[in-house]
């Protein structure tokens, strides 16, 4: 199991003062910052793109940048945001033509490689790419909005998942995004995820360093 990695998701902070809202979360605690990419075709919303994630690198923040991109075609912008600073990229194999494939172009630009998983996605898209990959990410919701409920099949789905990566033995990562907070952060723990997404239950809160201690101490209670 790897260590735990809360990562704020910045399509709830306020844009207006992005760069401020990002130095806040990351003094609160945040390990890595999440940073949703939706096209208006693979997903019904209009995000940002390689600027904002170069403004960011500018900006100073030095801690890992979790791209999730929600975008159709995903091969085109992959180099355009390993130079703008993402760490890593994850993208959803409904949006690729050849998964393999833009997971070893994700990987030869430098960046770690993600497959998300939406909820009616099945999890046998992972059998014959899951030791090439460095994250797998569970969607909890159906991408395209924060502010969603958590789907109870998930937790089954992160089970399964989790005994998949550890039959591998690689020290992949399983990420959870959607509709995760303080109270139902524990369960979702117990059912193996070790990365954690949090947009709203985050950024709408007053005080981002004790919404993000109880995530925390709720997962290693
Ligand atoms: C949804 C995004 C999520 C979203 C999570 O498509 O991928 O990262 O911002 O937001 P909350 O935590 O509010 O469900
Ligand atoms: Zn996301």
């Known amino acids: 199991m790897q260590s735990t990695v809360i990562a704020p998701s910045i399509l709830s902070a306020n844009f207006a ?3 401020e809202e990002v130095d806040n979360v990351l003094k609160a605690g945040a390990d ?5 990419v939706m096209d208006n075709h693979y997903v019904p919303n209009l995000t940002i793109g390689p600027m904002v994630c170069e403004a960011l690198r500018k900006h100073g923040v030095t801690a890992p940048i979790d791209v999730h991109l929600m975008v159709e075609p995903v091969d085109r912008i992959v180099p355009d945001f390993a130079k703008a600073g993402a760490s890593l990229i994850s993208f959803h194999p409904e949006a690729s033509a050849h998964v393999h494939r833009t997971v070893q172009l994700i ?3 430098g960046c770690q ?4 998983l939406n909820p009616a996605t099945p999890i046998e898209v992972l ?7 460095d994250m797998v990410l569970l969607m909890s919701v159906n991408p395209g909005f924060g502010g969603q409920s958590f789907i109870p099949s998930t937790l089954e789905k992160l089970r399964r998942v989790r005994q998949m ?3 591998s033995g690689k020290p992949i990562r399983l990420e959870i995004d ?3 907070k303080a109270d139902n952060i524990a369960e979702i723990a117990a059912a193996g995820a070790d990365t954690f997404v949090a947009g709203s239950a985050i950024f709408n809160a007053s005080d981002y360093a004790e919404v993000i201690g109880s995530m925390k101490a709720a997962v290693s209670a």
Not at 32 to 36: A, E, I, N, P, S
Not at 113 to 116: E, H, K, P, Q, S
Request: charged share 30%.
């Open 17 to 19: 003062r992005l760069g």
């Open 32 to 36: 890595w910052v999440h940073f949703d």
């Open 107 to 109: 990987k030869s630009h």
């Open 113 to 116: 490689a993600g497959l998300v």
């Open 127 to 133: 059998d014959w790419v899951l030791e090439d990959l």
């Open 165 to 167: 990566i550890d039959r």
């Open 178 to 180: 959607g509709g995760v």
